[in-house]
């Protein structure tokens, strides 16, 4: 079948995950929409909050002469100026509307960044877990990733990032809070960082890019702060999306902003805009970038997910699976149990099988992603972006798989 | 500066288009905007019908539960479903929601298929000459563009297209209505076409596909119709846009169908499926989906750039210059008229530099496209859309550029 080798390969790999998906569907045919607990996407369900209903009905009563029509690719300048002032405040800088782009959310704006910035053979350093996107996106564009291990408590390990730098590192991503594990890196983290790359950069004459994917950024719990990057070091660039925080995922809305200063900064967003429109972008969606610039600081009851982690959680605790505690996002990364029985006519391993336990949860209708596929096998990730009556219900399953583990 | 070297290449030979665009926003800053004869920009003016402004107000007004959420990377069932039925009535055939997937407009369609079909050294054939951002489209996923030149009249020279077929040929692009021409290629060259894909296809083991880029479908003139692609040929690929036909080009929403006999559907579709998610487009606009699926048949008042055509055409033949008439689209693509005077203190050269007749219109402040931009020097574009008034009142401007050429 003519068909790019590259994607024929892709399709194969990822037939698991999709497997993994119709096997949910089955499920859910077979015995229920509400009796299977599917913990497996990690596509916020809530609505988006009231004021994006407001704006949205606004928007289709006034229904602007050109609202739908033509822009230049980095999006509508006033837009580009309100998501600049909320940027310039959360990220303790100072920019104007000509350093943001607006993009089709993160995804749109990673693939936009890694086309302006990668050359072939080009590298980018990504502490694990992560978001296994990240991987083809880089792909699409001639570079690779690599990946950098975290610290037990998956905060950043700044000497693990070190060890994997070299002359072909052309940026650093990081995802905070972070998909799957939930941590936040401290500010103290994100300094450290900074004066690595500052001096790696320094010795061998190329200074990586710092890209912060914040999709996030609003979905954290007990008054945590994610801290700022922008202000934090000068080859900084921020991707964020509305996705979680307004709850639009289909909508495909986000930006690319820059600090003040960034080399070259005029080129670099030439690029940005030069990108979108290329890949065939063109435009990040009109409708919804006028609808955001007037909900830069609205976004989603994030106590919804809070009640929700507390549900998960009390569940987990009760029948002994362990956890990182999210300080944001709507994750729950858990080690694989210790496997206490004999299962299959095998001894007991003792092993930590994510794929195993993952076939074991599914047997009492849990479903849940196995850690390998955040580069981090032995785990497992539990979205909770799901009702919180689901979650409840799910107690005694989780119990009972852990009765027969 | 850390930039990909062929971002930093395209950026700089791009610079000239951007030059023409700062140079006709000064000249608008400094004689007024409708002092300005800007017939540069191929973007329709003219808003959508009245059928989606009501369309929109409805969805704004329900506002459904889910419906700014989460879908396969496909798009919403329903919304595919109700587009096959609208490509099966127009490309005489019979296909269901399963061969449609949704797409960022044509230019993320065209991505979306560039991606899952090209193999490194890849060619895509384009007859001459054709929207230029073909190239950096097929360049972004390893292929390349190879130029077929078109008749005197632009239409379909099928010779011209077997001369450059080989085992590299992925595909064949054409666009009808096409821009810059507005010819519209009519079934029995499509047919002649189709029987030379097959043959060739046959006896080299390699059937190219026949891609065909339609946004200016409905924008057509006189009751001319555009022949169906996938019932004339078995391995077809339709890329449709929503930009023109209900002029929401800043709103990003178009769809990729193939016919029912295309060789492995199913995983043809799936790669469409996957490029678009690893290519960040992830889903075609949610609320954009919803809303063209209710306006399948609907289109912009196409009289409006009838007349408009009439009035550009009768001020061109008015002083003698020469363009093929448009039967679709909304561009006059004319012939650099043969120079009569003595310019800059060289002799009259008989030549037919389509940069100098350019600059030569600009300083009338007529603003136009070298055909250079098409792959066609010696030629122009002029966009018309724009208000029949500015091109009216362009005629004088015309005159006397003539008059001094």
Known sequence: MPLANAIKEALSTQSMVRKMFEEGNLLKKQYGQDKVYDFTLGNPDIEPPPAFHRV????????????????????????????????????????????????????????????????PGDEVIVPCPYFMEYRPYALNHGGSIVEAATKPDFSLDVDAIKEKLSVKTAAVLI??????????????????LAALLEEHGKKCGRMPYLISDEPYREIVYDHAVVPPILSAYKESILVYSYSKSLSLPGERIGFIAVGPQVTDADTLI???????????????????????????????????????RAAFTEILDGCGIKYAKPEGAFYLFCQVPQRKHVSGGELADGGADDTAFVDHLKQQLVLGVPGAGFGKPGWLRLAYCVDEKIIKASGPAFRKAMETW
Chains 1, 2 share one sequence.
């Open 56 to 119: 949205f009905a606004k928007m289709a009563k006034e229904d602007k002469i050109g609202s739908h029509g033509y822009m230049t690719n980095g999006g509508f300048p006033e837009v580009r100026q309100a998501l600049a002032e909320k940027t310039s405040r959360e990220q303790n800088v100072r920019i104007d509307g000509s350093r943001v782009i607006m993009s089709c959310g993160a995804a749109g704006g990673l693939n936009v960044v890694f086309k302006s910035i990668l050359n």
């Open 175 to 192: 995802n905070s809070p972070n998909n799957p594990t939930g941590r936040i890196y401290p500010a103290a983290d994100i300094a450290k």
């Open 270 to 308: 030439a690029a940005f805009a030069f990108a979108t429109r290329i890949l065939g972008f063109v435009n990040a969606p009109a409708l919804m970038q006028r609808i955001v610039a007037e909900l830069t600081f609205a976004k989603v009851d994030v106590d919804i997910y809070k009640r929700r």
